[in-house]
């Protein structure tokens, strides 16, 4: 492919200083990798950081996101959008099957989306490489699709200034760059993904290159994107101001741009979320490179957010372009690097290319290891075991031939991606190959989602689904584009298969109104969702299905894995352990069944038993390093196996899920007991307190009745003990003993009231009352301690009050309490009591106020608890019974009253009580 | 010379008995109506013997006992307890606090002046 170019020479954009940046660039991110994996074997792995695993997921930009979404938007305006947003929307709401993905995969030790099927569906090994082979087929062109970009990139780059690169599509194969570059991935891919003589399904340096090259694209991305939106234009505003006053682009900023139908709109977010789950790079560092399932929390927010960011600047870039290079013929899929190539910028478009390059290769290693290891595990593995030869009971070291495999595969699938490009490469623009790639992908979707969900689903129903899909795929989307680019004959796609109208691949059965992509999900998705569940209902899941779909369908309820439940047979643990090591390495082989004899608190692992949990422990090794299916396949063929029938493995089965239930069952038994436990601590607390507060009660009401009794005792003792008692004396205590007695007799009734109002057993004789008279009648009764201790009481008593209901006596009792309270602490001579009834807001009120020493502060409630006067309980002496206040609220909260103290100290003391007038009133007017 | 006997109680009818009862037995009688007085005229009277309430206002009965029992002055001055809190805790509180004896209300008359010998025998 020759560059041609006129003009001077520049001193940057040369194929020396080109090669070379990229040389450097490989090369930094091969001595990354290398680090990552040192960090790896030494156990401070670098990779177990929640931020470069959601980075490593931005694997999913490659130069389709690089380059295509500009040329994209170039065409449709902001439809380049769906395929960010069905990966954003999977991302923020589908969290929980990610989650579950992970777990089962690790779980059972999965190492791709093949071997996560063939698993599912009882370790089938037919699935695993029906899924292999549409896998690779499906991926192909979009391998095909970032050679193409890093070849017309590197073609334009050295044609500078030259905007165009001249491409002859029939030069020899020797001679086009395409192909030394799909070499050169080739070989970059096995030093990364197959260095190590250890076949494990992890590669912690490689996830670490990918994080990088995520951060180099997006800087170089970002870094055109400033270019041009701050550098030729004036910000984003002006960018799209000047693009809105262009008729042709003015469309392109409407979100309706560029005639793409709400169909088209809701197919490609389907399509890009499915890819996001599915396809097999995106497998393999979101699930099989996962270190911790808590670094899931901040991909789902922080991968997003990636995608927002890469296409921050797609349109300022699509619209720069269009404007800059109209009428020049300039491909849009290369205005990314032609932009700053015009500008004469040219250490920003050496940037740009090593921004692309980083795009196509993080891609290219992931997406290749991750199919060289299906192409190995899944495909080629089964084979060669069904040939006999390898299947005996050889003695050598399988692992190289394990790795010889998958560097064959790496260099077999670039060189189909080249193929491809050969083929079809020039009939589509970016997007459009990548696209044909996602459909492929999107038929996995049925086997995968079905599996996790759905018990039912059988590897018949599996591989039918698969079939009808990936058939439906074939036709309506991968030999159109053989036949676009003249490989096959244009009629099959304007004419159908034989001339046959309804057979067109672009309207099969004659659905039109679609574009093609969203015809071939349509179909290809009916057919294969149709397929899977036709097939599956017919016939009930065999032992090993059953077994399989319990441990992905409840993989996030398992703790524990049934596995080993579910195998009976004999063994032999040597041969078990050299079986290992055919395929680990005996070294490895070796420190692995140690491990597990020291966590069976063996000594020596000669001394290990072969029983079912070492089988499973085997199968379980072998299955990370060749696939579950193979080693399954690898453990039957050194043990001697019973197989279990249908129904054992249900009891098995039902056995574990009734443990599950019954544990289930005794958690929340055991958390009633834990807060019935807490709801009795609490009703015994509030015993305790009962008791406490009776306990006092008691001791109150003893040291209340002891004290009268005291001085009645004594005197009576002294009158009968001394006869010649002075008869002064002799009447003087007479009298004590008679007053002590009546305190007494007070004492014992006010607690009988208290007791009978607050049980709920005291007589109320309910009637209409005049509170103004019941004051009156208050004030005649008390009159007499007025005048003993010289106290004068003054009535102020508002006239034409309604009556209100309520018991007289119980009332009277309220009001006669409060004046012998005033009388009692009014000063003697100098004392005043002064009575109010008035009417306030909807209630009538009474308030008896005196000039005594009043009340302090802290003892206003106090005072109304039972036996409380003002002052320390220990040192106050009470001087009535203690009884008065409480018993006279008692009564007034019956009536829905309130009675409160509002003193001053020093100031005297107003007790003020108040009953509701509402429904009294309602009745007086009726 | 007659011992001297204070009376410490906030119960006047009390205080008129158990006045009439100590001094009928010759002792010289000093009268206080909360703890304040009591310690004041324990002072000032120090008497041979208090009879001392527990709940009177301003200063409880034990705080009056440890005060006097912390001063050495008084050591001589025993104190005998009276009230109407029988707890055998109180009781245990009274005695540990350094009273000389204690008797629960009401009591017996003869009791007391028993009692009362006995600590000033």
Redesign the interface.
């Given at each position: 492919m020759a560059a041609s170019g006129a003009g001077e020479a520049s001193p940057v954009l040369q194929s020396p200083i080109v090669i070379g940046a990229s040389a450097v660039y490989l090369a930094l991110l091969f001595a990354v990798a290398y680090w990552g994996d040192k960090r790896a074997d030494e156990g401070r792995s670098v990779i177990a950081n929640p931020t470069i695993y959601a980075l490593s997921m931005a694997v999913y930009c490659t130069t389709w996101t690089y380059y295509g979404s500009v040329g994209r938007a170039a065409v449709t305006g902001v439809g380049f959008l769906p395929i960010y947003l069905g990966p954003t929307l999977v991302m923020a709401l589908g969290g929980f099957l990610l989650l579950k993905m992970i777990r089962t995969a690790k779980a059972n030790r999965i190492t791709s989306i093949a071997d996560f099927i063939a698993s599912r569906y009882g370790k089938s090994q037919l699935l695993g490489g029906l899924v292999t082979v549409i896998a690779v087929i499906g991926i192909v062109p979009y391998i095909a699709l970032q050679l193409k970009a890093v070849a017309s990139s590197y073609d334009l780059i050295v044609g500078y200034p030259a905007l165009k690169a001249v491409v002859e599509s029939n030069e020899p194969v020797l001679a086009d760059t395409t192909f030394w570059i799909a070499l050169i991935l080739a070989a970059f891919t096995i030093l990364f993904g197959t260095r190590h003589l250890d076949a494990t399904e992890r590669h912690e340096g490689m996830v670490a290159a990918v994080a990088l090259e995520s951060v180099v694209k997006l800087l170089a991305f970002g870094a055109v994107g400033l270019f041009v939106t701050y550098g030729l234009y004036d910000g984003f505003g002006d960018v799209f101001a000047r693009a809105l006053a262009d008729e042709r682009l003015a469309k392109l900023t409407a979100v309706a741009a560029g005639n793409r139908s709400y169909a088209t709109w809701f197919s490609l977010t389907f399509l890009a979320g499915l890819a996001i789950l599915f396809l097999p790079r995106q497998f393999q560092v979101t699930v099989v490179e996962n270190v911790s399932e808590a670094h899931l929390k901040r991909a789902i927010w922080l991968f997003p957010l990636y995608l927002l960011l890469i296409n921050l600047f797609v349109l300022p870039i699509a619209l720069g372009g269009l404007m800059r290079f109209a009428g020049q013929g300039v491909d849009a899929d290369t205005f990314v690097l032609t932009l700053p190539m015009a500008a004469q910028q040219e250490w920003l478009a050496l940037l740009v290319f090593v921004g692309g390059l980083s795009a196509a290769t993080g891609m290219v290693i992931v997406e290749t290891i991750a199919l060289s290891t299906m192409v190995c595990n899944d495909l080629v593995m089964p084979l060669l075991l069904r040939a006999r030869a390898l299947a005996l009971h050889a003695e050598h070291d399988l692992s190289g031939l394990l790795l010889r495999i998958r560097r064959g595969a790496i260099v077999v699938i670039l060189l189909l991606g080249y193929l491809y490009f050969r083929l079809a490469g020039d009939a589509y623009a970016l997007v459009g190959i990548g696209l044909i790639s996602f459909s492929a992908v999107a038929q996995f979707a049925p086997a995968m989602i079905g599996g996790m969900y759905w018990r039912g689903g059988t590897r018949d129903g599996a591989l039918a689904g698969l079939l009808a899909g990936f058939a439906v795929w074939a036709y309506t989307l991968l030999l159109p584009s053989f036949s676009k680019s003249g490989w096959m004959p244009a009629s099959f796609v304007s004419d159908g298969l034989f001339g046959i109208e309804l057979l067109k691949p672009h309207q099969l059965f004659g659905l039109t109104g679609l574009d093609d992509i969203s015809h071939c999900l349509f179909w290809s998705l009916a057919a294969n969702v149709g397929a899977y569940i036709a097939v599956s209902l017919m016939r009930a899941p065999t032992a090993a299905e059953a077994s399989q779909a319990t441990q992905f369908v409840d993989a996030l309820k398992t703790t524990r894995p049934v596995g080993s439940a579910l195998w009976r047979g004999s063994a032999d643990a040597a041969e078990l352990i050299a079986l290992v090591g055919r395929f680990l390495g005996p070294a490895r082989a070796q420190t692995a069944f140690a491990a597990y004899a020291r966590r069976h608190d063996i000594a020596d692992v000669a001394n290990l038993e072969a029983d079912a949990d070492l089988v499973h422990y085997a199968e379980s090794l072998l299955a990370g390093a060749i696939g579950s299916a193979s080693a399954r396949a690898m453990v039957a063929s050194v043990a001697k196996e019973e197989p279990l029938s249908l129904g054992e493995v249900m009891n098995i089965l039902d056995e574990a899920s009734q443990l599950r239930s019954y544990s289930r069952e005794l958690e929340r038994k055991s958390r009633q007991l834990e807060d019935a436990t807490g709801e009795l601590k609490a009703a015994n607390e509030r015993l305790r307190e009962l008791d406490r507060l009776k306990d006092d009660f008691m001791?109150s009401v003893?040291?209340e009745l002891?004290?009268?009794?005291?001085?009645?005792?004594?005197?009576s003792?002294?009158l009968r003990?001394?006869p010649k008692t002075a008869l002064q004396?002799r009447e003087?205590?007479l009298s004590?003993i008679v007053?002590?007695t009546e305190r007494l007799t007070r004492l014992v009734n006010q607690i009988l009231d208290m007791a009978k109002i607050e049980s709920g057993n005291a007589e109320w004789l309910v009637e209409e009352v005049d509170l103004g008279g019941i004051v009156e009648q208050s004030a005649a009764a008390t009159s007499q301690l007025f005048r003993d201790k010289n106290v004068a009481l003054e009535l102020d008593l508002a006239g034409g009050l309604p009556l209100l209901r309520g018991d007289r006596d119980r009332l009277m009792q309220v009001v006669i309490n409060l004046l012998s309270n005033a009388v009692k602490f009014a000063p003697a001579g100098a004392g005043k009591v002064h009575v109010r009834l008035f009417r306030a807001q909807g209630e009538l009120r009474v308030s008896v106020s005196d000039n005594g020493p009043g009340i302090r502060r802290e003892d206003q409630e106090v005072i109304f608890d039972r036996f409380r006067q003002g002052?320390?309980s220990?040192?106050?002496?009470p001087t009535g019974t203690g009884l008065g206040l409480p018993i006279s609220r008692k009564i007034v909260e019956y009536f829905s009253g309130r009675l409160w103290v509002e003193s001053e100290p020093g100031q005297g003391a107003s007790f003020i009580f108040s009953l509701p007038l509402q429904n009294n009133e309602g009745e007086d007017n009726a | 010379m007659s011992k001297k006997v204070l009376i410490a109680d906030?119960?006047q009818?009390?205080v008129?008995?158990?006045e009439?009862?100590m001094r009928?037995e010759g002792f010289e009688v000093s009268v206080a109506h909360?703890?304040e007085a009591a310690l004041e005229r324990i002072r000032a009277d120090k008497p041979d013997l208090v009879l001392l309430d527990?709940?009177?206002?301003?200063?409880?009965g034990?705080d009056v006992c440890q005060e006097v029992r912390a001063d050495p002055a008084y050591a001589g001055t025993r104190i005998l307890m009276l009230t109407?809190?029988?707890?055998d805790t109180e009781v245990a509180k009274g005695l540990a606090l350094g009273a000389d004896g204690y008797m629960?209300?009401?009591?017996?008359?003869?009791d007391l002046v028993d009692k009362v010998r006995e600590l000033l025998g």
């Open positions: 001791a003893s040291h002891r004290t009268p009794l005291t001085s009645i005792r004594a005197f003792e002294i003990d001394d004396d003087r205590f004590i007053s002590e002052g320390d220990m040192t106050s002496k | 906030d119960e009818n009390i008129i008995s158990v009439f009862l009928r909360d703890g527990v709940m009177m206002p301003k200063k409880n034990f109407a809190r029988g707890r629960t209300k009401p009591f017996s008359t003869k």
